[in-house]
């Protein structure tokens, strides 16, 4: 949706739309699964400039709902998740401020985003303000297990067998050691062993 000036002249424009699923490229890590709604309001604010300049910024006011699909930053396996947010930001022509202008930013300032000539598209202001929205890091469960680094595989769903073998031979001596330690096997049996039908029989003492 195009919001031009032109529209807000005589009062402010209600907005109440609906961004259908997969229509917006947010990044390759971010998906919206489903319908993202859009409610506000559009204002036009008259900012003069000395005695002739008139520049038309557009306020922007809205709050947003809908279900994306993030990937999880371990396993990289799709994580859904309701986003929903608000903002109210202006926006001016984007020629007003152009090169060779002097301009003071102030701190408010900063906030300000640019139209350009055709107007401001909605769906532009929608998709950064969820992509800001978004948490710096996603991750399926709290204690994903992520992938294998040698062979990828997901070990929140399959165990693989990269660390059968001890990689590194300092785990080799400490099993050496270990090893002389407890002596060979056999001489500093447990209380009880295991039976063959895997209960505990009792030694006799
Ligand atoms: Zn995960
Ligand atoms: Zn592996």
New binding site residues.
């Given amino acids: 949706m195009l919001i031009k000036p032109i529209d807000l002249q005589d009062e402010p424009l209600h907005l109440d739309q609906t961004i259908p699923a997969n229509s917006l490229d947010y990044t390759p890590d971010v998906r919206q699964i489903g319908p993202l709604a859009v409610k506000g309001e559009a204002d036009l604010i008259i900012e003069r400039r000395g005695h002739k300049e008139v520049v038309e910024d557009i306020r922007l006011r809205a709050i947003y709902n809908g279900d994306f699909e993030l990937l999880?930053a371990?396993?990289?396996?799709p994580?859904p998740k309701h986003l929903s947010g608000d903002f109210d930001l202006i926006f001016r022509p984007e020629a007003v401020d152009g090169d060779g202008k002097e301009r003071a930013i102030s701190e408010e300032e900063t906030e300000i985003g640019y139209y350009e000539k055709s107007g401001l598209l909605l769906e532009h202001v929608v998709r950064e303000q969820v992509l800001l929205s978004l948490p710096t890091r996603t991750?399926?469960?709290p204690d994903?297990k992520?992938l294998c680094q040698h062979c990828g595989q997901n070990l929140?769903q399959a165990k693989c067998h990269c660390d059968d073998a001890p990689a590194d031979p300092r785990w080799n001596a400490l099993a050496g050691l270990a090893q002389e330690l407890t002596g060979p096997a056999g001489q500093t049996g447990p209380a009880g062993q295991i039976g063959p039908a895997g209960q505990i029989e009792k030694t006799s003492r």
């Avoid at 371990?74 to 396996?77: F, L």
Wanted: charged share 25%.
């Fill in positions: 999880c371990r396993c990289v396996e994580v991750l399926c469960e994903c992520g929140n």
